[in-house]
């Protein structure tokens, strides 16, 4: 079946690069893809989200770049800080209502 | 302060003691939705409610049940507990929008739950 997946599950980082967390989706129907931070212990915490008729959005810090002909979503933060350690997923499908979530990237910010 | 509230945090229990995990949210919102996370899978959906009184089945309901008989309350019932029911939940909420579209997403802080 379809399915969201992550390229890499750990990512680790010095304080102060930047950091790609990459994600490869296989459902070339979905339309709105977001991207989630998860602190330890912690609920998924809405980070930035795009539409399939965008290919970039940038927030505070952070980037997500779409790429619908590989199905290649990824998300950049520049001057990582320590408070960016944590999971980060991604998640793709019509609506909130109806997403598929991926497995998540556990990003580690050495100072 | 806004915020989706979730009891139990942690939660040990044995296979066929029901159980209740309760929902609440304080930001009048129209739609909740309770969600498993198991590692390596992501977050699936088991129940959603798009308002009071009305419930749907998500991608793993099985096992399950799930009541919204008041706005800001939405529970998730075990009947039967299995071991196979171990895993972290989360209940989220949001504002509906037009049709099938919700808002963004706000999550409760999760609650783990372990089935001897």
């Known amino acids: 079946g379809e399915s969201v997946g992550l390229h890499l599950p750990t990512l680790s980082v010095q304080e102060g690069d930047n950091s790609i967390i990459n994600c490869a989706y296989s459902?070339?129907?979905?339309?709105?893809f977001i991207w989630y931070k998860q602190e330890s212990g912690k609920g998924p915490q809405f980070i930035i989200d795009i539409r399939s008729n965008m290919d970039k959005r940038q927030g505070q810090r952070v980037t997500v770049l779409l790429n619908k002909t590989v199905k290649h979503l990824s998300l950049q933060i520049a001057a990582t800080q320590p408070g960016d350690s944590a999971v980060y997923f991604c998640a793709e499908g019509p609506n909130n209502n109806d997403m598929r979530f991926g497995a998540g990237t556990r990003l580690t910010v050495k100072p | 302060e806004a915020q989706v509230t979730q009891n139990p945090r942690y939660l040990i229990t044995v296979t066929g003691k029901k159980l209740t995990v309760t929902c609440s949210q304080n930001m009048n919102h129209e739609y909740m939705s309770w969600y498993r996370q198991d590692p390596g899978l992501g977050l699936r959906q088991i129940y959603y409610s798009m308002n009071v009184e009305v419930t749907d089945k998500g991608d793993v309901p099985e096992g399950y049940k799930v009541s919204r008989k008041e706005k800001r309350n939405f529970p998730l019932i075990l009947e039967s507990p299995s071991p196979n029911q171990t895993s972290l939940y989360f209940c989220?909420?949001?504002?509906?929008?037009?049709?099938?579209?919700?808002?963004?997403?706000?999550f409760g802080e999760g609650s783990r739950l372990t089935v001897l």
């Open positions: 989220a909420s949001s504002s509906r929008l037009a049709g099938m579209d919700v808002g963004e997403l706000f």
């Open positions: 459902n070339s129907a979905s339309d709105y």
